[in-house]
């Protein structure tokens, strides 16, 4: 089994910052690309970004400029630093890993997700 755990959500006011973390542990022998999706209330779930091992980050449009997705491969990690954040940021933030496990498959995983909240 492959567990995905994120951190770092909550309430900032527009303009202002935050941090996601989401650590994947379990049956893993590595991991192709990390991201994050987002879904808000009525809405589907969006791509945010996303970023393979060691190549180029993907950034939906709404957010470029704004936030970054890097990750640490020794911790399995990846993160979604979110600066200038507005109220339409609002949503329950997912990350999403591709994973080859030890049985030797590739599978998606998604976090349980983390609520962030930009309002005044």
């Known amino acids: 089994q492959v567990q995905l755990v994120e951190s770092g959500g909550g309430l900032a006011q527009p303009g202002g910052s935050l941090r996601l973390s989401c650590a994947a542990s379990?049956?893993?022998?590595?991991?192709?690309?990390m991201g994050w999706y987002r879904q808000a209330p009525g809405k589907q779930r969006e791509f945010v970004a996303s970023m393979p091992p060691g190549g180029t980050t993907h950034y939906a449009d709404s957010v470029k400029g704004r936030f970054t997705i890097s990750r640490d491969n020794a911790k399995r990690t990846v993160y979604l630093q979110m600066n200038s954040l507005k109220p339409e940021d609002t949503a329950v933030y997912y990350c999403t890993s591709k994973v080859v496990t030890t049985s030797l498959r590739i599978e998606d995983y998604w976090g349980q997700g983390t609520q962030v909240t930009v309002s005044s």
């Open positions: 379990g049956s893993i022998v590595s991991i192709n690309t």
